[in-house]
Antibody, heavy 122, light 106 residues
Framework: EVQLVESGGGLVQPGGSLRLSCAAS????????MSWVRQAPGKGLEWVAN????????YYVDSVKGRFTISRDNAKNSLYLQMNSLRAEDTAVYYC???????????????WGQGTTVTVSS | DIQMTQSPSSLSASVGDRVTITCQAS??????LNWYQQKPGKAPKLLIY???NLETGVPSRFSGSGSGTDFTFTISSLQPEDIATYYC????????FGGGTKVEIK
């Protein structure tokens, strides 16, 4: 079964850091672009970052550039999101998602995790 | 950055009604557009890719059309299980989502 399982969410103070993880199984992880997508409470979906199959290309939404870092470990079938200098507006459910086919460019996501909740508050 | 504008933001329709949602891109994105369904408390689900292709296993009452800057998503006969929020997403330049359309039963 193709599966993504996120972990690492929690409550953190403004200015703090958190590292999210996503464990992939049931498919060849190293063949796919991977993304993080978030959803603030009661709000819509926002793409946060994505990373190419070999980690050589990484892209971010402007609001997290310089604060968040996406990475992957293909040997461990894992995706990560290091979040620093967290702000209240980063409060959201964070989803890990797989691109819908193995491509040289991201084309959207067909497999999603269940999400992990990040709350930034003092 | 490419902005995606969805309308309406919410709608109420009766079971069996035809439901149409539009999505407009701020620039030409060819057919690089997907549609997702999200039910409360759940992860999004891909329904339509490349503007008009139905994802495997998705009921045929869902369809998509359009290219360039204007796109349409249609539910031909609304069912109770279709209650959800629907999002368009472009992948011509990075990724970005529309604001969503919440579909309710009248």
């Amino acid at each position: 079964e193709v599966q993504l399982v996120e972990s690492g969410g929690g409550l953190v103070q403004p200015g703090g850091s958190l590292r999210l993880s996503c464990a992939a199984s049931g498919f060849t992880f190293s063949s796919y672009w991977m993304s993080w997508v978030r959803q603030a409470p009661g709000k819509g979906l926002e793409w946060v970052a994505n990373i190419k199959q070999d980690g050589s290309e990484k892209y971010y939404v402007d609001s997290v550039k310089g604060r968040f870092t996406i990475s992957r470990d293909n040997a461990k079938n894992s995706l990560y999101l290091q979040m620093n200098s967290l702000r209240a507006e980063d409060t959201a459910v964070y989803y890990c998602a797989r691109d819908r086919y193995s491509s040289s460019w991201p084309v959207g996501m067909d497999v999603w995790g269940q999400g992990t909740t990040v709350t930034v508050s003092s | 950055d490419i902005q995606m504008t969805q309308s309406p933001s919410s709608l109420s329709a009766s079971v069996g009604d035809r439901v149409t949602i539009t999505c407009q891109a701020s620039q030409d994105i060819s057919n690089y557009l997907n549609w997702y369904q999200q039910k409360p408390g759940k992860a999004p689900k891909l329904l339509i890719y490349d503007a008009s292709n139905l994802e495997t296993g998705v009921p045929s009452r869902f369809s998509g059309s359009g290219s360039g800057t204007d796109f349409t998503f249609t539910i031909s006969s609304l069912q109770p299980e279709d209650i959800a929020t629907y999002y368009c997403q472009q992948y011509d330049n990075l990724l970005s989502f529309g604001g969503g359309t919440k579909v309710e039963i009248k």
